[in-house]
Every structure is written in structure tokens, then in C-alpha cells.
């Protein structure tokens, strides 16, 4: 069985040094500008050092106009190529610089937030809608007063046309382009916690009748000629892969999913990760779990193992809950993923792996436990869904700012 130490080679020819990973979180360092800034380069900088297998970026938004929050980074036009876009090539090559300069190879998560876009984040204005696969609003709770903040938070979607469609891929496309440009790794797909892509791939939000809507099939041409859009301008090298939900589906959709996850496959994807829940579902920030699951801590463990079974060469990534060793190796002698993806505890220490890869540092102490953030009354009182899950990425952003400027972090 594979242990933490063993390195991972990927199908495109990308090594990662050990099977920790450090996983996507919102960093909200881009400031007003929505561009890499010194502060989100030292926070990259800090975790290269930590002895990760692989880093990966929080979002990276593939329009300006389009934001899932207010600082995320963001392409703000299109990307024809590095001539003629010097200074901009050069700025994200500091950003590669960053994360890469102590060897560990980072992966850039690009994202397009469809529906779950911010009235107030992106550039198309207050009363602009966002896009989406069908103009299903997303509601964060069943009562009147849930259901207004609801709209005042997320205005309805407007159904996206073809143009849309082929303007989003393009914009896929170019931020991809830009990444490999830039000197990084490879990129990841956004296609979990609600966001557009995760609006194609599931039923609950597209009921559309045309070609990217109804079967399972259907709802994966999306994402699935978004990857060959990809693949033919990126080196070979570079790697592809995707961020999946698990906690969406239930056993009348599984076999739906199962499908999507062959097809991207066929599609060529370096590596899946597991993950799950949307601003409607949260479980990504931690879901109602068995005796069992608390055991193994990892949240989406059963989905993983099934995928496994089904996809014995896939390359997995699995993020949610871990948070000691044993909990780590216990998910890897099961053969349940090839990688441990790490969010939280690495915003509260970004050199973890230096301490779970210590074989001199017993198992009790190869560990990073946390408290959930307390919420607020007021939020308790309105039990709006999401509320916790954005008080959590609040919470860890302000760990990232600090690590970055070299500040003491905390637990909550």
C-alpha cells in the first residue's frame, strides 16, 4: 500500500513528491483589483517551503465580471498568447515563481462561480444576473425571510445561450493557456461546491433541453469539450484534472455521475478530486458524518472508494476532514485515493507536512484538530443555509493574510 512519503506521477508526466496536498481555499488576497498581489505571493511562498507533494491555488475566476467574492483573482480579458501580453505573462510568472521556487508544483483552480456569484462581486453591475445552465435561483432556505436574503445575496441567473456558452469556454480556455504560459504545473477545473461547472453536471440545476441538458451524458458536454478545448493548447506535460461533488448524489443519481466521471476520464484528465457541497449544501465545510466516518475523518470517503472501483487508474485526490496522520495513511492503505488534499489546517499551519511526514514525531502529535467557528446569533437565529460555510472561509482567508505577513495564526 502506498504510504505518505511516495511520490505520485500523474499521466501527463507530473510528479508530485509525496501525497499531501495542499487544497484549494479562498485566499480573498486579490484586493480591489482582483490580480496576484505580494500578499497572496509571501502566502504562496510560506506554503512552498511546507513540504507539500503539490499546492493548489484558490480560485482563480475566468471572468472579471463574474466573481464568486469581491477579491478573488480574475482574467480580465482575452488571452491571445504571450506576445503582445508581456507584462501580463510576467505577472503571473511571479505568481508561479512563488509557489514553485522551493520545488513543489502547484496546480492553479479555475473557476467560473455561474448562479453563485455575489450581487456585489464582478464587474457587470448590481442589477446584471449572473449565468447559469437554466434561470434556477439558488435558495438558501424555505422561509420568506430566507428565501428574500436569498435574493438579495444571489439575484435569479438568466439561462445562458450558445454565445454564452462558447464565451465561457473560450474564457476557460485562455486562463488555462495563461497558467501554462505562466510557468505553472497545471490547472484544475472548478467542477464541485455549486459553481458553473457543477450547475451543468447536475439535474438539480439544469433542466435544459438542448444539448448540454437532460441526460447525464448531455450534462457533461460542457466540461467534457471545455477539457479537449484545453488539451490542444497546453503542453502535454501540463496537467488537467477536476474537482468533483460527492455529497450531492444520492443513489438515484449515482450512476449518473458515474457516467460524467467516464467521460472526463475519456476525456484525459491527469487526476479527480473528491470533494463536496455548494453554498446550498455546505457539507464541504463539514457534513452530518456516521460514527464511522468521524472514525476515518475524511467526509467523502465512500464516494471515493466507490470511484476507485470503478476507475482503478484514476488518479484521486481526496479533500475534506483529514486532519491527523493515521487518519491520512488509513484513507491511503484503503486504497480509497492516491492523494490527501489538506484545506484548513494548512491556513492555521502552513508547514504541516514537515510534521506528519516526521517519523520521529509520534502519531498523537501528527495532528491539527479544529473547532468549528462559532456563529453569530443573528445567523443562528436565521439559520440561513451557507452562513456557516462563509463565516468558516472568512475566518481562514484572515489565517492566510496573517501567515502571509508573517503574523501568529490561531485556531478558532
Known amino acids: 500500500m502506498a504510504s505518505l512519503h511516495e511520490s505520485v506521477r500523474l499521466p501527463c508526466g507530473l510528479v508530485f ?10 485566499e480573498s488576497l486579490a484586493g480591489s483589483g482582483n490580480v ?74 479555475i473557476c467560473h462561480p455561474g448562479r453563485q456569484s455575489l450581487r456585489f462581486a464582478g464587474r457587470r453591475g448590481l442589477l446584471a444576473p449572473p449565468i447559469a445552465p437554466s434561470a434556477i435561483p439558488l435558495q438558501m432556505g424555505d422561509s420568506l425571510v430566507q428565501r428574500l436574503l436569498s435574493w438579495l445575496v444571489f439575484p435569479p441567473p438568466r439561462e445562458m445561450t450558445q454565445g454564452d456558452i462558447d464565451r465561457v469556454t473560450r474564457q476557460f480556455v485562455d486562463a488555462a493557456r495563461l497558467m501554462a504560459d505562466s510557468g505553472f504545473s497545471g490547472i484544475e477545473l472548478h467542477g464541485a461546491h455549486g459553481y458553473l461547472i457543477d450547475q451543468f453536471l447536475n ?18 458536454k460542457f466540461v467534457v469539450d471545455t477539457i479537449h478545448a484545453i488539451r490542444q493548447v497546453v503542453p502535454q506535460t501540463f496537467a488537467i484534472g477536476i474537482k ?59 464516494f471515493a472508494t466507490e470511484t476507485r472501483k470503478r476507475f482503478p487508474d484514476l488518479v484521486l485526490m481526496l479533500t475534506g476532514g483529514f ?79 496573517r501567515l502571509a505577513m508573517g503574523l501568529k495564526t490561531f485556531l478558532p
Open 244 to 302: 468533483l461533488n460527492s455529497a450531492d448524489h444520492n443513489s438515484s443519481t449515482f450512476e449518473d455521475t458515474m457516467t460524467q466521471i467516464r467521460l472526463l476520464v475519456e476525456a484525459g484528465i491527469d487526476f479527480l478530486e473528491v470533494s463536496g457541497g455548494s453554498y446550498e449544501n455546505p457539507t464541504m465545510m463539514g457534513p452530518e458524518k456516521s460514527q464511522r466516518t468521524v472514525a476515518r475523518e475524511a467526509f467523502f470517503i465512500e
Open 17 to 26: 513528491p509525496n501525497r499531501l496536498a495542499k487544497a484549494a481555499m479562498a
Open 203 to 220: 439535474s438539480k440545476s439544469n433542466n435544459r433541453i438542448d444539448a448540454y441538458g437532460g441526460s447525464a451524458e448531455n450534462r457533461a
Open 36 to 109: 496576484p498581489t505580494p500578499t497572496l505571493l509571501e502566502a504562496y511562498n510560506q506554503w512552498g517551503q511546507g513540504g507539500w507533494g503539490a499546492l493548489l491555488t484558490g480560485n482563480v475566476q475566468v471572468d472579471v465580471d463574474h466573481l464568486g467574492t469581491p477579491r478573488d483573482v480574475a482574467l480580465h480579458a482575452e488571452y491571445t498568447g504571450k506576445e503582445g501580453n508581456e507584462a501580463l505573462v510576467d505577472n503571473w510568472s511571479q505568481y508561479a515563481k512563488s509557489c514553485q521556487q522551493h520545488g513543489t508544483p502547484t496546480i492553479v483552480q
Open 323 to 401: 486532519r491527523t496522520r493515521a487518519g491520512a495513511e488509513s484513507a491511503l492503505q484503503q486504497n480509497a485515493c492516491d492523494v490527501i488534499g489538506i484545506g484548513r489546517p494548512a491556513a492555521i499551519e502552513p508547514k504541516l507536512p514537515l510534521v506528519l511526514l516526521d517519523e520521529n514525531v509520534p502519531d498523537e502529535e501528527a495532528q491539527l484538530v479544529l473547532n468549528r467557528v462559532p456563529m453569530p446569533f443573528l445567523a443562528r437565529l436565521l439559520a440561513l443555509k451557507g452562513v456557516g460555510a462563509g463565516l468558516e472561509s472568512s475566518f481562514y482567508a484572515k489565517q492566510i493574510r
